[in-house]
Protein backbone atom coordinates (compact mmCIF):
# COMPACT_ATOMS: atom_id res chain seq x y z
CA UNK A 1 0.00 0.00 0.00
CA UNK A 2 1.16 3.53 -0.75
CA UNK A 3 0.17 6.50 0.35
CA UNK A 4 0.35 10.10 -2.27
CA UNK A 5 0.02 13.68 -1.33
CA UNK A 6 -2.19 15.14 -4.23
CA UNK A 7 -3.41 18.91 -3.59
CA UNK A 8 -3.29 18.55 0.36
CA UNK A 9 -5.07 15.49 0.05
CA UNK A 10 -3.90 12.06 1.11
CA UNK A 11 -4.97 9.36 -1.57
CA UNK A 12 -4.40 5.30 -0.15
CA UNK A 13 -3.33 3.34 -3.11
CA UNK A 14 -3.43 -0.42 -2.72
CA UNK A 15 -2.61 -3.33 -5.22
CA UNK A 16 -5.85 -2.80 -6.81
CA UNK A 17 -4.14 0.09 -8.56
CA UNK A 18 -1.27 -1.97 -10.01
CA UNK A 19 -1.20 -3.27 -13.41
CA UNK A 20 0.85 -5.56 -15.33
CA UNK A 21 2.19 -5.60 -18.82
CA UNK A 22 2.54 -9.27 -19.86
CA UNK A 23 3.63 -11.05 -22.80
CA UNK A 24 1.88 -14.63 -23.25
CA UNK A 25 2.92 -17.62 -25.24
CA UNK A 26 -0.64 -19.16 -25.60
CA UNK A 27 -0.81 -22.54 -27.69
CA UNK A 28 -3.42 -22.16 -30.33
CA UNK A 29 -4.71 -24.83 -32.60
CA UNK A 30 -7.89 -24.53 -34.90
CA UNK A 31 -9.79 -27.83 -34.54
CA UNK A 32 -8.48 -31.24 -33.16
CA UNK A 33 -6.56 -32.31 -36.78
CA UNK A 34 -5.11 -29.09 -37.34
CA UNK A 35 -1.30 -28.99 -36.41
CA UNK A 36 -1.06 -26.26 -33.27
CA UNK A 37 1.32 -23.53 -32.54
CA UNK A 38 2.38 -21.25 -30.01
CA UNK A 39 1.84 -17.18 -30.70
CA UNK A 40 2.78 -14.62 -29.04
CA UNK A 41 0.33 -11.66 -27.45
CA UNK A 42 0.72 -8.79 -25.43
CA UNK A 43 -1.35 -8.46 -22.33
CA UNK A 44 -1.11 -5.04 -20.95
CA UNK A 45 -2.72 -2.86 -18.22
CA UNK A 46 -3.76 -6.02 -16.51
CA UNK A 47 -5.05 -5.33 -12.96
CA UNK A 48 -3.02 -7.20 -10.16
CA UNK A 49 -6.73 -8.27 -9.02
CA UNK A 50 -8.45 -10.33 -12.08
CA UNK A 51 -8.24 -13.45 -12.44
CA UNK A 52 -6.33 -15.65 -14.88
CA UNK A 53 -9.33 -15.99 -16.67
CA UNK A 54 -10.68 -13.06 -16.32
CA UNK A 55 -6.99 -11.58 -17.90
CA UNK A 56 -7.78 -13.85 -20.98
CA UNK A 57 -11.45 -12.20 -21.38
CA UNK A 58 -9.19 -9.32 -21.57
CA UNK A 59 -6.58 -10.58 -23.99
CA UNK A 60 -10.04 -11.92 -26.19
CA UNK A 61 -12.05 -8.74 -26.34
CA UNK A 62 -8.75 -7.05 -28.09
CA UNK A 63 -8.80 -9.93 -30.30
CA UNK A 64 -12.18 -9.60 -31.29
CA UNK A 65 -12.26 -6.22 -31.53
CA UNK A 66 -9.08 -6.53 -34.24
CA UNK A 67 -10.98 -8.96 -35.87
CA UNK A 68 -9.19 -11.92 -34.65
CA UNK A 69 -9.71 -15.60 -33.66
CA UNK A 70 -10.30 -15.62 -29.64
CA UNK A 71 -8.60 -18.05 -27.70
CA UNK A 72 -10.45 -20.83 -26.71
CA UNK A 73 -10.58 -22.05 -23.12
CA UNK A 74 -12.57 -23.92 -21.03
CA UNK A 75 -15.04 -22.89 -17.87
CA UNK A 76 -17.80 -22.43 -16.04
CA UNK A 77 -18.24 -21.91 -12.31
CA UNK A 78 -15.15 -19.45 -12.13
CA UNK A 79 -15.20 -20.23 -8.08
CA UNK A 80 -13.21 -23.61 -8.02
CA UNK A 81 -15.92 -25.95 -8.14
CA UNK A 82 -16.93 -27.20 -11.54
CA UNK A 83 -13.61 -28.64 -12.64
CA UNK A 84 -14.15 -27.01 -16.28
CA UNK A 85 -10.99 -24.77 -16.15
CA UNK A 86 -7.37 -26.46 -16.89
CA UNK A 87 -4.13 -25.00 -18.43
CA UNK A 88 -1.25 -25.31 -18.16
CA UNK A 89 0.62 -22.17 -17.34
CA UNK A 90 4.44 -21.72 -17.40
CA UNK A 91 4.47 -25.93 -17.53
CA UNK A 92 2.27 -26.11 -14.17
CA UNK A 93 -1.05 -27.63 -14.07
CA UNK A 94 -3.14 -24.77 -12.85
CA UNK A 95 -0.16 -22.23 -12.16
CA UNK A 96 2.09 -21.88 -9.92
CA UNK A 97 -0.66 -21.74 -6.91
CA UNK A 98 -1.08 -24.71 -4.53
CA UNK A 99 -4.45 -26.00 -4.60
CA UNK A 100 -5.75 -23.43 -6.52
CA UNK A 101 -7.25 -23.53 -10.17
CA UNK A 102 -6.76 -21.48 -12.99
CA UNK A 103 -10.33 -19.54 -12.54
CA UNK A 104 -9.09 -19.10 -8.74
CA UNK A 105 -5.67 -17.72 -9.86
CA UNK A 106 -5.44 -14.16 -9.23
CA UNK A 107 -2.94 -12.07 -11.39
CA UNK A 108 -0.90 -10.71 -8.06
CA UNK A 109 1.34 -13.69 -8.20
CA UNK A 110 2.60 -13.02 -11.66
CA UNK A 111 5.56 -9.87 -11.98
CA UNK A 112 5.26 -7.02 -14.45
CA UNK A 113 7.02 -7.71 -17.33
CA UNK A 114 6.62 -11.50 -17.16
CA UNK A 115 6.28 -14.02 -19.96
CA UNK A 116 3.59 -16.49 -19.09
CA UNK A 117 3.27 -19.87 -21.40
CA UNK A 118 -0.11 -21.04 -21.60
CA UNK A 119 -1.15 -24.98 -22.79
CA UNK A 120 -3.66 -27.51 -23.23
CA UNK A 121 -3.82 -30.41 -21.33
CA UNK A 122 -1.13 -32.77 -23.10
CA UNK A 123 -2.00 -36.47 -22.60
CA UNK A 124 -2.98 -38.83 -25.65
CA UNK A 125 -6.80 -39.52 -23.82
CA UNK A 126 -7.21 -35.53 -23.63
CA UNK A 127 -7.48 -34.55 -26.89
CA UNK A 128 -7.13 -31.13 -27.98
CA UNK A 129 -10.72 -30.05 -29.29
CA UNK A 130 -9.41 -26.36 -30.06
CA UNK A 131 -6.48 -23.99 -28.31
CA UNK A 132 -6.56 -24.71 -24.75
CA UNK A 133 -9.86 -26.89 -25.23
CA UNK A 134 -9.12 -30.52 -24.07
CA UNK A 135 -11.90 -33.52 -24.61
CA UNK A 136 -12.40 -35.01 -21.18
CA UNK A 137 -14.61 -37.52 -22.04
CA UNK A 138 -12.81 -40.05 -21.01
CA UNK A 139 -13.58 -39.33 -17.21
CA UNK A 140 -17.21 -39.58 -17.75
CA UNK A 141 -16.82 -42.89 -19.35
CA UNK A 142 -14.84 -43.50 -15.84
CA UNK A 143 -17.78 -42.68 -14.04
CA UNK A 144 -20.12 -44.01 -15.96
CA UNK A 145 -18.37 -47.49 -15.80
CA UNK A 146 -18.44 -47.35 -12.19
CA UNK A 147 -22.46 -47.58 -12.67
CA UNK A 148 -25.04 -46.89 -9.95
CA UNK A 149 -25.98 -47.95 -6.31
CA UNK A 150 -28.64 -50.41 -5.71
CA UNK A 151 -28.72 -49.28 -1.70
CA UNK A 152 -32.06 -46.87 -1.11
CA UNK A 153 -31.18 -44.27 0.50
CA UNK A 154 -34.87 -42.94 1.01
CA UNK A 155 -35.85 -39.41 1.12
CA UNK A 156 -34.30 -36.75 2.77
CA UNK A 157 -35.70 -37.58 6.32
CA UNK A 158 -33.94 -41.02 5.90
CA UNK A 159 -30.20 -39.69 5.68
CA UNK A 160 -29.35 -40.00 9.18
CA UNK A 161 -30.39 -43.71 9.52
CA UNK A 162 -27.79 -45.11 7.82
CA UNK A 163 -25.26 -44.77 10.21
CA UNK A 164 -21.79 -43.68 8.68
CA UNK A 165 -18.63 -43.54 11.35
CA UNK A 166 -17.36 -39.83 11.15
CA UNK A 167 -13.84 -40.79 10.54
CA UNK A 168 -15.73 -42.88 6.82
CA UNK A 169 -17.30 -39.60 6.22
CA UNK A 170 -14.72 -37.35 7.07
CA UNK A 171 -12.39 -39.21 4.01
CA UNK A 172 -15.26 -39.93 2.23
CA UNK A 173 -16.04 -36.23 2.06
CA UNK A 174 -12.40 -35.60 1.16
CA UNK A 175 -12.53 -37.80 -1.93
CA UNK A 176 -15.77 -36.55 -2.81
CA UNK A 177 -13.73 -33.28 -3.13
CA UNK A 178 -12.56 -34.09 -6.40
CA UNK A 179 -13.90 -31.94 -9.29
CA UNK A 180 -12.40 -34.13 -12.39
CA UNK A 181 -10.07 -31.45 -13.76
CA UNK A 182 -7.84 -33.46 -15.14
CA UNK A 183 -4.74 -31.39 -13.49
CA UNK A 184 -3.35 -34.80 -11.87
CA UNK A 185 -3.11 -36.55 -15.49
CA UNK A 186 -1.99 -33.72 -17.16
CA UNK A 187 0.56 -33.28 -14.96
CA UNK A 188 2.44 -36.93 -14.32
CA UNK A 189 4.72 -37.42 -16.54
CA UNK A 190 2.74 -41.15 -17.70
CA UNK A 191 -0.41 -39.23 -17.88
CA UNK A 192 -1.81 -41.42 -15.60
CA UNK A 193 -5.47 -40.98 -14.06
CA UNK A 194 -4.65 -43.17 -11.00
CA UNK A 195 -5.49 -40.22 -8.67
CA UNK A 196 -8.59 -39.14 -10.08
CA UNK A 197 -10.29 -42.86 -10.52
CA UNK A 198 -9.55 -43.70 -7.55
CA UNK A 199 -10.80 -40.42 -5.66
CA UNK A 200 -13.76 -41.42 -7.56
CA UNK A 201 -13.98 -45.35 -6.36
CA UNK A 202 -12.43 -44.62 -2.31
CA UNK A 203 -15.76 -41.82 -1.80
CA UNK A 204 -18.29 -44.42 -2.52
CA UNK A 205 -15.45 -46.93 -0.89
CA UNK A 206 -15.69 -45.48 2.53
CA UNK A 207 -19.62 -45.08 2.50
CA UNK A 208 -21.99 -47.89 3.77
CA UNK A 209 -23.97 -47.20 0.76
CA UNK A 210 -21.49 -47.80 -1.60
CA UNK A 211 -20.79 -51.71 0.09
CA UNK A 212 -22.93 -53.71 -2.26
CA UNK A 213 -21.70 -52.81 -5.97
CA UNK A 214 -18.03 -52.21 -4.39
CA UNK A 215 -15.65 -54.60 -6.12
CA UNK A 216 -18.06 -54.52 -9.70
CA UNK A 217 -17.13 -51.10 -9.67
CA UNK A 218 -13.87 -51.23 -8.90
CA UNK A 219 -12.99 -53.57 -11.67
CA UNK A 220 -15.27 -51.67 -13.95
CA UNK A 221 -13.46 -48.73 -13.33
CA UNK A 222 -9.88 -49.51 -13.35
CA UNK A 223 -10.46 -51.60 -16.73
CA UNK A 224 -12.43 -48.16 -18.73
CA UNK A 225 -9.42 -46.35 -17.54
CA UNK A 226 -7.25 -49.01 -19.45
CA UNK A 227 -9.20 -48.54 -22.53
CA UNK A 228 -8.90 -45.00 -21.91
CA UNK A 229 -4.91 -44.88 -22.73
CA UNK A 230 -4.25 -43.63 -19.48
CA UNK A 231 -0.72 -44.49 -18.33
CA UNK A 232 0.42 -46.37 -15.07
CA UNK A 233 1.26 -44.71 -11.63
CA UNK A 234 4.70 -44.78 -10.78
CA UNK A 235 4.31 -43.11 -7.40
CA UNK A 236 5.94 -39.71 -8.55
CA UNK A 237 3.42 -37.52 -6.99
CA UNK A 238 3.34 -34.79 -9.25
CA UNK A 239 -0.99 -35.54 -9.36
CA UNK A 240 -1.36 -34.92 -5.66
CA UNK A 241 1.10 -32.05 -5.76
CA UNK A 242 -0.99 -30.30 -8.37
CA UNK A 243 -4.51 -31.26 -7.38
CA UNK A 244 -6.29 -28.51 -6.51
CA UNK A 245 -8.54 -30.03 -4.18
CA UNK A 246 -6.03 -31.59 -2.52
CA UNK A 247 -6.69 -35.42 -2.54
CA UNK A 248 -3.83 -37.42 -1.58
CA UNK A 249 -1.65 -39.83 -3.17
CA UNK A 250 -2.63 -42.63 -0.24
CA UNK A 251 -5.88 -42.60 -1.97
CA UNK A 252 -4.40 -44.70 -4.83
CA UNK A 253 -3.36 -47.41 -2.23
CA UNK A 254 -6.83 -47.48 -1.29
CA UNK A 255 -7.25 -48.15 -4.54
CA UNK A 256 -5.10 -50.81 -5.58
CA UNK A 257 -6.27 -52.47 -1.99
CA UNK A 258 -9.73 -52.56 -3.45
CA UNK A 259 -8.75 -53.48 -7.02
CA UNK A 260 -6.52 -56.40 -5.32
CA UNK A 261 -9.21 -57.80 -2.90
CA UNK A 262 -11.88 -57.85 -6.01
CA UNK A 263 -9.92 -59.52 -7.95
CA UNK A 264 -9.43 -62.71 -6.02
CA UNK A 265 -13.04 -62.65 -5.19
CA UNK A 266 -14.09 -62.89 -8.80
CA UNK A 267 -11.20 -65.37 -9.60
CA UNK A 268 -12.53 -67.23 -6.14
CA UNK A 269 -16.21 -67.17 -7.18
CA UNK A 270 -15.28 -68.03 -11.12
CA UNK A 271 -13.44 -71.14 -9.53
CA UNK A 272 -16.21 -72.45 -7.38
CA UNK A 273 -18.84 -71.94 -9.86
CA UNK A 274 -16.60 -74.19 -12.44
CA UNK A 275 -16.50 -77.06 -9.35
S1 LIG B 1 -7.82 -35.75 -8.35
FE1 LIG B 1 -7.46 -33.50 -8.18
S2 LIG B 1 -6.33 -32.96 -10.04
FE2 LIG B 1 -7.27 -34.97 -10.42
S3 LIG B 1 -9.23 -34.55 -11.39
FE3 LIG B 1 -9.64 -34.68 -9.18
S4 LIG B 1 -9.47 -32.55 -8.45
FE4 LIG B 1 -8.51 -32.58 -10.48
S1 LIG C 1 -14.23 -22.60 -13.86
FE1 LIG C 1 -15.10 -24.02 -12.44
S2 LIG C 1 -13.36 -24.78 -11.38
FE2 LIG C 1 -12.53 -23.22 -12.66
Not at 59 to 66: F, K, M, S
Request: with cysteine; net charge negative; proline share 4%.
Amino acid sequence: MAMLASRGTTITTTHADRTLNLTLQVWRQKNATSPGKMVTYEATGISVDMSFLEMLDVVNEELIARGEEPIAFDHDCREGICGMCGMMINGVAHGPERATTACELYMRHFHDGETITIEPWRARAFPVIKDLVVDRGAFDRIIQAGGYITAPTGGAQDANAILVPKADADVAFDYAACIGCGACVAMCPNASAMLFTAAKISHLGHLPQGQPERDDRVLRMVEQMDVEGFGACTNIGECAAVCPKEIPMDVISFMNRDLLGATRRKDHEAKTSNE
